[in-house]
């Protein structure tokens, strides 16, 4: 456990709170999907089945910033990803990353939407003079960047999770063949 870098405690607590194959009937919320979820396939660490989950994880922690772990695992169900992958790579968004992933998704939007006027010019200031009037003005003309940036940042982080992943385990498994077999000295 040292080696993972994860304080013990928090090592705890993470295995005490996401659900297992054996526990997830247990969850409420989880509850009426637990004939989907105890399918074997769901859990098993599989070249396949974790590149899966950290798409899953990493693309519904990006689009969706509430309530984005039972998104995860819900959706891993119809995509074959491993719940448990899929669950912990939503933990890659959190509070403090929230605000710098919406300000790049809204350049990456505006970029993509050729929205290259200032947000808020001269002739919008003098129509709306109160600092509410002026944030609903800001929110109802970037809302449109900020969700084609969104859906954009989403598919590229799940494409780049996926594709590390996948070159991830094939670098594990193919040292873990040869070290298998590998030559055994004469004692």
């Known amino acids: 456990m040292a080696d993972s870098g994860a304080t013990p405690g928090r090592w705890r607590w993470l295995t005490r709170h996401i659900p297992t194959r054996d526990t997830v009937h247990e969850h409420r919320l989880l509850r009426p999907f637990a004939p989907h979820l105890t399918h074997p396939s769901l859990w098993r660490m599989t070249r396949r089945s974790v590149p899966r989950g950290v798409a899953v994880g990493l693309f519904v922690a990006v689009i969706i910033p509430f309530m984005h772990t039972l998104i995860a695992v819900l959706l891993a169900i119809p995509t074959r990803a491993n719940v448990a992958v899929a669950a912990v790579f ?12 919406y300000y790049a998704a809204y ?3 505006s970029w993509e939407l050729h929205h290259d006027s200032p947000l808020l010019n001269q002739a919008a200031a003098e129509r709306f003079s109160g600092e509410l009037s002026r944030l609903l003005f800001w929110v109802h003309h970037a809302s449109g960047p900020i969700a084609v940036g969104i859906l954009t940042m989403a598919v590229v982080i799940a494409a780049i999770g996926y594709l590390a992943a996948s070159l991830v385990w094939r670098f594990w498994s193919r040292s873990r063949w040869r070290q298998r077999h590998r030559p055994r000295k004469p004692l």
């Not at 939503?90 to 992933?101: E, G, K």
């Open 107 to 109: 350049r990456i939007g």
């Open 90 to 101: 939503t933990l890659a968004v959190n509070p403090l990353t929230i605000p710098p992933m």
